[in-house]
């Protein structure tokens, strides 16, 4: 089991930037991804970016390419998400999750943690 506590939401205005933290503790898997998915009320939730715990590859949506940017730093059990010129759709609940993959499905990670918000004003 893998316990995740996301850190870093806020309100921020359109252009500007947050960093997401997720903190992971108990047995995190070298091979599994750790991702990052967003939901917007009443919408589904979405792929945001991923990363490979071992050798540290990423994956982006299409939406945040250019503008995101995560990272992991394995020493401190800790994933980021830099997130840069932000606009008013990019507000949702942010997750980390932790799971097998494929790197974008929701339904592919086991573990997840409780979300934190993040506001873009226009």
């Known amino acids: 089991q893998v316990h995740l506590v996301e850190s870093g939401g806020g309100l921020v205005q359109a252009g500007g930037s947050l960093r997401l933290s997720c903190a992971a503790s108990?047995?995190?898997?070298?091979?599994?991804?750790m991702g990052w998915f967003r939901q917007a009320p009443g919408k589904e939730r979405e792929s945001v970016a991923a990363i490979t715990w071992s050798v540290g590859l990423t994956y982006y949506a299409d939406s945040v390419k250019g503008r995101f940017t995560i990272s992991r730093d394995v020493a401190k059990n800790t994933m980021y998400l830099q997130m840069s010129s932000l606009k008013p759709e990019d507000t949702a609940v942010y997750y980390c999750?932790?799971?097998?993959?494929?790197?974008?499905?929701?339904?592919?990670?086991?573990?997840w943690g409780q979300g934190t918000q993040v506001t873009v004003s226009s």
């Open positions: 999750a932790h799971g097998r993959g494929p790197w974008n499905e929701p339904k592919a990670y086991s573990n």
């Open positions: 108990g047995r995190t898997v070298s091979s599994y991804f």
